[in-house]
C-alpha cells in the first residue's frame, strides 16, 4: 500500500494521536481500494418507470459496454417496486459480502438502496444495483478492475496538527436542513441543531445532519477549496454529542467525497451556511483532477 504520509507534522504534536489519525487513514484508504469501494465506480444510468433494458446492444436502454452481452436482462420499474430479469442464460450473480455467489440468479424482484441495503448483482468484473435520489433512479455500476483502482497510489493530506482538533457545543433544537446533491436535487435532512465552535478566537458555525442521540455528518466548504482542497468540499464524521451537547470536529479527518474520484457519484454538496471563510489546513488535499 502506497500512502500519504504526514510530512512536516508538527513536532510540538503528540505522535499518540498523530498515529491514531494515521491509521484512521490508512483504514480509509483500503476501504477505497476495495473492489466495490468508489475507485472502482464507472458508471451512474438513469432508469424510467416501466422495461429498462440491459447490456451493449446499440439499441439497450442501459449501455454497460463490450463486456456484456448485447442482451444482459431488464429491470422493471413499477412505482417503488423493481424487479430484475436476466437474458436467457446469462451468468448473472448476486455479490453478497464482496464476492458473487455460486449459484446464477434466477431472476425476481430486488431491493433498492431506498430500501435498505440494495441488491447487488456481478456479471465479470462489474458490479451494479438501483440506487434511488428523491423519486429518480439510477443503476450504479462499478468495476473491480477499473482504471482509476488499479493505478490508485494514495491520497496527500495536510501535517497533523492538534489545533485541528476543536471541541463545538451543539445549539438549537432538532429540525431539518435542506442539502443539495450533484445532480440538483434538494432533500430534507434530520439535523439535531447547529454547531459553534472557534477557531483561533473566531467562531463560526456549521450545520450537521444526523438524529439526536447518534454520530453526526457534516458535509463542509472552507477557504481552501480550489486552492488545495476540493472545490466541491468535503466530508467529516463525528461521535454522538455528549451529555453537555459537546461535539469534537477533528478537521484532521476531513476527507473527499466520491465525486473527487468519479464523475458519476451523486454527492451532498455544502450550503450556504456550512462554508467556513477560513483555510482548513488539515485533513484531505485534493486527488487528481476532481469532476
Given at each position: 500500500m502506497v500512502l500519504a504520509c504526514c510530512w512536516g507534522c508538527?513536532?510540538?504534536?503528540?505522535?499518540?494521536?498523530?498515529?491514531?489519525?494515521?491509521?484512521?487513514?490508512?483504514?480509509r484508504i483500503d476501504r477505497l481500494r476495495s473492489e466495490t469501494g468508489w475507485l472502482s465506480l464507472v458508471g451512474l444510468h438513469s432508469l424510467g418507470q416501466g422495461v429498462n433494458v440491459v447490456g451493449s446492444a446499440d439499441d439497450a436502454d442501459v449501455k454497460l459496454g463490450k463486456m456484456v452481452p448485447e442482451r444482459l436482462g431488464t429491470i422493471v420499474l413499477t412505482g417503488e417496486k423493481a424487479d430484475f430479469q436476466v437474458h436467457g442464460d446469462v451468468p448473472v450473480h448476486l455479490f453478497v459480502d464482496g464476492a458473487p455467489t455460486e449459484s446464477a440468479f434466477a431472476g425476481g424482484a430486488i431491493k433498492t438502496d431506498g430500501q435498505g441495503a440494495p441488491?447487488?448483482?456481478?456479471?465479470?468484473?462489474?458490479?451494479?444495483?438501483?440506487?434511488?435520489?428523491?423519486?429518480?433512479?439510477?443503476?450504479?455500476?462499478?468495476?473491480?478492475?477499473?482504471?482509476?483502482?488499479?493505478?490508485?497510489?494514495?491520497?496527500?493530506r495536510y501535517p497533523v496538527k492538534e489545533e485541528w482538533r476543536v471541541t463545538a457545543r451543539l445549539e438549537g433544537a432538532p429540525g431539518t436542513v435542506r442539502v443539495a446533491n450533484v445532480l440538483g436535487q434538494v432533500?430534507?435532512?434530520?439535523?439535531?441543531?447547529?454547531?459553534?465552535?472557534?477557531i483561533s478566537g473566531l467562531s463560526h458555525r456549521l450545520e450537521p445532519t444526523g438524529k439526536p442521540g447518534e454520530g453526526l455528518f457534516v458535509v463542509f466548504g472552507d477557504a481552501s477549496n480550489g486552492h488545495g482542497t476540493y472545490p466541491g468540499?468535503?466530508?467529516?464524521?463525528?461521535?454522538?454529542?455528549?451529555?453537555?451537547?459537546?461535539?469534537?470536529?477533528?478537521?484532521?479527518?476531513?476527507?473527499?467525497?466520491?465525486?473527487?474520484?468519479?464523475?458519476?457519484?451523486?454527492?451532498?454538496?455544502?450550503?450556504?451556511?456550512?462554508?467556513?471563510?477560513?483555510?482548513?489546513?488539515?485533513?484531505?488535499?485534493?486527488?487528481?483532477?476532481?469532476?
Open positions: 508538527d513536532s510540538g504534536d503528540d505522535q499518540t494521536y498523530i498515529n491514531e489519525i494515521d491509521t484512521w487513514h490508512a483504514e441488491d447487488m448483482f456481478s456479471s465479470g468484473s462489474l458490479v451494479f444495483y438501483v440506487i434511488q435520489r428523491g423519486e429518480k433512479y439510477f443503476l450504479r455500476v462499478k468495476d473491480r478492475q477499473s482504471e482509476v483502482l488499479q493505478n490508485f497510489t494514495g491520497i496527500d432533500a430534507a435532512e434530520p439535523s439535531p441543531g447547529t454547531l459553534v465552535f472557534e468540499g468535503r466530508f467529516l464524521v463525528t461521535d454522538p454529542p455528549n451529555d453537555d451537547g459537546e461535539v469534537v470536529l477533528d478537521f484532521n479527518r476531513a476527507y473527499n467525497p466520491p465525486c473527487v474520484f468519479s464523475e458519476y457519484a451523486t454527492c451532498p454538496l455544502p450550503g450556504a451556511d456550512n462554508m467556513l471563510l477560513l483555510d482548513i489546513t488539515a485533513g484531505e488535499k485534493m486527488w487528481g483532477t476532481g469532476h
